[in-house]
């Protein structure tokens, strides 16, 4: 089955950094898209960023774009999650999640659209 694990989360000032991971196993790892998304308490999941890997492009929501960056280590069935610039609204609970990419996502997923979640990894932004 497939299988995703977050780290890296954790308590940091605004305008600070933090580098999510994501270890993906029990699928081929060149088969999935993997997207991240987030979680406040009382709102909907939103998805931050995705990596296709079909032609390796990324996708960011407005949200996060210039501050979050998406990267991925094949090597280590790997995804990164390089936040930057971090705000209070960026405190929230941080899920990774896979998609078999039957065709080339061509924009940010939805959370809908996942196959499989990771259990999440708190990051909280003081100010």
């Known amino acids: 089955e497939v299988q995703l694990v977050e780290s890296g989360g954790g308590l940091v000032q605004a305008g600070g950094s933090l580098r999510l991971s994501c270890v993906v196993s029990?699928?081929?790892?060149?088969?999935?898209?993997i997207g991240w998304f987030r979680q406040a308490p009382g709102k909907e999941r939103e998805g931050l960023s995705c990596i296709s890997s079909t032609d390796g492009a990324t996708y960011y929501a407005d949200s996060v774009k210039g501050r979050f960056t998406i990267s991925s280590d094949n090597l280590k069935n790997t995804v990164y999650l390089q936040m930057n610039s971090l705000k209070p609204e960026d405190t929230a609970v941080y899920y990774c999640a896979a998609l078999f990419e039957y065709a080339t996502i061509g924009s940010l997923v939805k959370p809908s659209d996942m196959d499989y979640w990771g259990k999440g990894t708190l990051v909280t932004v003081s100010s």
């Open positions: 029990g699928f081929t790892f060149d088969d999935l898209a």
